[in-house]
């Protein structure tokens, strides 16, 4: 059968410097038995995308893996190698009606659609700050999240960085009693600004780069805080430590993207081992609850490169997704974080920035 799983994942490993395993590169594997197209295949594997390109390549070289115009497939002896490890293609067992989401949007019809009108001249995703924005029904979804916990009526909610318009989401419910965001983007600042004015929304506007600690106003002063940070170490905890400086004390809560396409298990396992050092309990993860509208700089982003094959995802044709996870305070937040400088985008795994 040629080379076994974990010393594919070692050279992976060395070459990347991003933790692999064995495990991995079975993941790669169940995706290529399900799928041959790159981005689909990217999707499925739910590993970094810097890794699935390095374990294809390494693939390729073993005589399992080939690709030719855009498609990527097993060979036959990759296809013999799966049958004896006991691989198949994993079942599409998710709910046709929540999408996996476990999400009734009903209630929210309304909002639904006036989101939609609103967001419609959104502006684009801006590689400088790494932006890529969910869909509006992502949006949507997050902010029934919120209010189904109990995070949203009634209640204080900071958006820490917002090209996802969460802040507008949320104020258009008229649930909550205080909304305020933050963002470095003038771009985003103005466009809520512009919403919040033409729709009587009640939006506390910041600019703020998130390097520097929260203005003092807003520490200790809310309910909920909401982000979907970069996802580099350094990046992700600045948001959640922000976010988290940011809340009361026990029993608020914060909302968080986390991917795997630019975070291995190993990143996840950090990122959780701070929060909860930091004072918080994981609450809720739901894998692949957010899916994002493809960035305007695919063909400019570090992974573009590396990519076995080269095709230009469709706008809609939704391949990056990432976690929702729910954390809840049950001691007072312990972040020490002063301020950074530099860029906050970068590390072994960044693949879009
Ligand atoms: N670089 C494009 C994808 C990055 C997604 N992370 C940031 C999410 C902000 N909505």
């Not at 995308?49 to 690709?67: E, P, Q």
């Not at 609103?118 to 979804?141: K, W």
């Not at 899916?291 to 391949?319: C, D, F, I, K």
């Not at 305070?329 to 693949?351: Q, S, W, Y």
Request: glycine share 8%; hydrophobic share 45%; aromatic share 6%.
């Amino acid at each position: 059968m040629g080379m076994d799983l974990a010393t594919l994942a070692a050279r992976v490993a060395t070459e990347t410097r991003i933790p692999v395993t064995g495990r991995d590169i079975e993941r790669i594997l169940v995706a290529l038995l399900s799928a041959e197209d790159v981005w689909r295949i990217a999707e499925l594997a739910r590993i970094p995308l810097l890794a699935l390109c390095a374990g294809l390549r390494a693939l390729a070289d073993a005589g399992w893996v080939s690709w030719e115009s855009w498609l990527v497939r097993l060979t036959d002896a990759g296809a013999q190698a799966c049958t004896q490890l006991g691989l198949s293609p994993a079942p599409a067992l998710d709910c046709p009606r929540c999408g996996g989401r476990g999400i009734e949007l009903g209630l929210l019809n309304q909002l639904s659609a006036a989101f939609h009108e609103l967001a419609a001249d959104r502006p684009d995703a801006a590689q400088e700050f790494d932006q890529g924005h969910v869909t509006e029904e992502t949006t949507i979804s997050r902010v029934a999240e919120m209010w189904r916990h109990g995070d949203l009526a009634g209640k204080d909610l900071l958006v820490v960085g917002d090209d996802d318009l969460v802040s507008v989401a949320a104020a258009l419910t008229r649930l909550p009693r205080r909304v305020a965001v933050l963002d470095v983007d003038p771009r985003i600042t103005s466009f809520i600004g512009k919403v919040a004015k033409r729709e009587s929304l009640r939006i506390e506007i910041l600019s703020h780069d998130l390097r520097a600690p929260l203005p003092r106003s807003l520490a200790r002063a809310f309910d909920t805080f909401a982000c979907d940070p970069t996802e580099s170490l350094e990046g992700f905890l600045l948001f959640a430590g922000r976010g988290l400086a940011s809340l009361r004390g026990p029993g608020s809560a914060g909302y968080l993207g986390l991917t795997h396409a630019e975070a291995s298990l190993a990143k996840w396992r950090a990122i959780q081992e701070r929060l909860v050092a930091w004072g918080a309990a994981i609450t809720d993860l739901r894998d692949a609850f957010h899916a994002y509208v493809n960035w305007p700089y695919v063909e400019t982003m570090r992974g573009w490169e590396h990519l076995p094959v080269r095709r230009v995802p469709g706008r809609l044709e939704p391949w990056y997704r990432s976690a929702l996870l729910r954390i809840e305070l049950v001691t007072e937040a312990t972040v020490d974080l002063g301020p950074v400088e530099g860029n906050i985008f970068l590390d072994d795994e960044a693949a879009t920035t």
